[in-house]
């Protein structure tokens, strides 16, 4: 594939971060890969696996000439990191981030971009319950989607440059305005991460239910709930801190749904319960039909999916 940026520099070096490097360096999407994390720990072990081109010390001089700058930290800590970074950036380069909620994001890190910087926030809809720089992979993005939430008057040739990117790590690319994608995450991903939490609590809370009986009998559904429970909680915390508002509207929804099917359970409406299951068994039928994830039981067997 043709290259598309001189030089990309990965803020925070994470699943997504070490997954683009690695997409990016096997599509030979960029000349160069820097990289800066956080923690020493972590910058030193993206060195020992020669994560990406180079990794830097500070921020600032990983983004030093960058064409693209991707902020691959929590949603609570980008308006810090653009503060920093702002005054460093390459004329003409686009920033873009992988967060998961957008309109907190383009807040705190829009003030920071002076007008020469072209800022397409951006979010692949990708991930594992791992974390860190040796949790990626350079699969990680085929036929998943990317959405980008580009501001009108953001230049065309900066989205289009990031989609091409996103595309040729084999993502699928959608365009959507920051507020609508900040609804359509807390019905996707937002809420039921909640219901994951919480479910994985009350298991704990129930004392009759003694831990070993937790962890040895557990079905599909609980263990699934705790895969979801397992991702890093720092990420989840600033999601929904910044994505209040509409994750708060979805899951007054779903308190409603629940109380209706609570009801239904207590009168022995078996007609409802049926009608909705059958109803919301189409839409993981959907799903499958649109090719993200596959219909093939695993029931906890250990071995690859197909």
């Not at 800590?77 to 380069?93: C, E, S, T, Y």
């Not at 692949?124 to 992979?137: I, K, N, V, W």
């Amino acid at each position: 594939m043709a290259q598309i940026y001189e030089r990309v520099a990965l803020i925070g070096l994470g699943l997504i971060a070490g997954s683009m490097a690695l997409a990016i360096r096997r599509n030979g999407l960029a000349g160069e890969v820097t990289g800066y994390a956080r923690t020493e720990a972590t910058r030193e072990t993206a060195r020992r696996i020669a994560l990406v081109d180079r990794v830097c010390d500070t921020a600032v001089e990983a983004v030093k000439g960058a064409d693209l700058v991707v902020l691959c930290v929590p949603p609570g800590a980008m308006g810090a990191v653009a503060r920093d970074i702002g005054p460093h950036l390459k004329p003409g380069a686009t920033v873009t981030d992988v967060g998961s909620v957008k309109q907190a994001v383009i807040s705190a890190v829009g003030p920071h971009l002076g007008p020469e910087i072209h800022f397409v926030p951006g979010h692949p809809l990708a991930g594992t319950e791992h974390s860190g720089p040796e949790s990626g992979f350079a699969t990680l993005f085929v036929n998943r989607w990317c959405i980008l939430t580009p501001e009108a008057h953001t230049e065309r040739a900066a989205v289009e440059n990031l989609t091409a990117l996103w595309q040729g790590m084999g993502a699928n690319v959608d365009e959507m305005d920051a507020e609508h994608h900040d609804l359509v995450l807390a019905v996707t991903s937002h809420t039921p991460h909640l219901i994951a939490y919480t479910m994985v609590g009350v298991a704990d809370d129930l004392r009759r239910v003694t831990d070993s009986e937790v962890i040895k009998y557990s079905a599909s559904g609980f263990r699934d709930f705790t895969r979801i429970a397992a991702s890093d909680p720092t990420m989840w915390r600033d999601v929904f801190l910044t994505n209040k508002d509409a994750t708060l509207e979805v899951l007054g929804r779903f308190t409603e749904e629940l109380f209706a099917l609570q009801r239904a359970i207590r009168q022995g409406d078996g007609e409802l319960l049926f009608d909705y299951f059958t109803r919301t068994r189409a839409i993981r039928r959907g799903i499958i039909e649109a090719g993200q994830d596959t219909a093939a039981p695993d029931f906890g067997r250990v071995g690859p999916k197909s």
